[in-house]
């Protein structure tokens, strides 16, 4: 791994750090303000009044401008997968502020799903590869993503059970994240020759998708699956990223058998960990209801 590699990947970790911070600091404000009642504006009216969950949102800006700079220096498919160490960070987080253990199936979950991307990272060639991306199939990218976020999220409004519709909104809300990063990877890389580069349709197409993106991952949060939510955003975001960098830009996959079966492992290993947080949730609710 060259210098500059290993620097982005470092980069892209502690963005994850502050990212898993904030994330943690904002689930509780949306689980509040969600229970007051009230419609769609009323919930993130709510939210922005809170100095917790805008401090979790300064938390989280500072991690996505560490993000966008690893993404500038290295390819989207090894620095998005770097990025899922926040679900550790995240987890730990939320413990210490509910001031309370961690839970031995939460941390277990949560290491498998770490070990897993780490593992799919791993098993990813590290070729340098200068993303090139024009605007047509940018928009079409946009717009199919687009299209997933809002059938994830019907699907969490017609599904009845939390961990099913923390499942959804996570989904919706990672899938949306990884494409728009992937995107910026793209423009990062620009501007690194052009800083005029950010004044671009491609620029809007990414404001938008991490709007959606965010109404998504908020929605996720009032489930009160905080372990969970965040977990499907951090395997779904790397997953979605890396298929827009080896699917559409030009991003090599591995080359050797042996490779390719380290992915199949590392994504079974991936299933595992979610699993068990399924498992964990379930048995946290039977025991508060019991």
Do not use: C
């Amino acid at each position: 791994m060259s210098t500059v590699l290993a620097f982005a990947v470092a980069m892209a970790v502690t963005g994850a750090m502050f990212i898993a911070v904030g994330s943690a600091l904002q689930e509780r404000v949306a689980v509040r303000s969600w229970a007051l009642g009230g419609g769609q504006l009323r919930f993130f009216g709510r939210l922005v009044k809170q100095p917790r969950w805008l401090l979790g949102a300064a938390f989280a800006a500072a991690g996505v401008a560490l993000h966008v700079v690893a993404l500038s220096l290295g390819p989207v498919s090894i620095i998005q997968p770097s990025g899922t160490t926040g679900l550790l960070f995240a987890v730990i987080t939320k413990a210490v502020l509910d001031r309370r253990r961690i839970r031995l199936p939460e941390l277990a979950g949560s290491v498998a799903i770490v070990v897993g991307l780490i593992g799919l990272v791993l098993a990813l060639p590290h070729t340098p590869k200068d993303p090139m991306l024009s605007l047509p199939p940018a928009l079409l990218l946009t717009v199919v993503t687009l299209g997933l976020n809002a059938a994830a999220m019907a699907v969490s409004w017609l599904v009845f059970t939390g961990s099913a519709k923390a499942i959804a909104l996570g989904f919706a809300a990672g899938v949306t994240f990884g494409v728009g990063s992937a995107l910026v990877g793209v423009v990062g890389h620009r501007a690194l020759a052009d800083p005029a580069a950010v004044l671009d349709w491609l620029t809007l197409a990414i404001v938008v998708l991490l709007s959606i993106g965010g109404i998504a991952q908020q929605h996720a949060y009032r489930m009160r699956r905080f372990a969970l939510a965040f977990a499907m955003l951090e395997i779904s975001d790397p997953v979605a990223a890396s298929s827009v960098g080896v699917l559409v830009l030009g991003e090599p996959m591995p080359e050797t058998a042996l490779r390719t079966a380290s992915m199949g492992l590392s994504a079974a290993v991936i299933v595992v960990g979610v699993v068990v947080l399924v498992r964990s949730y379930a048995a946290v609710n039977v025991a508060e209801k019991s």
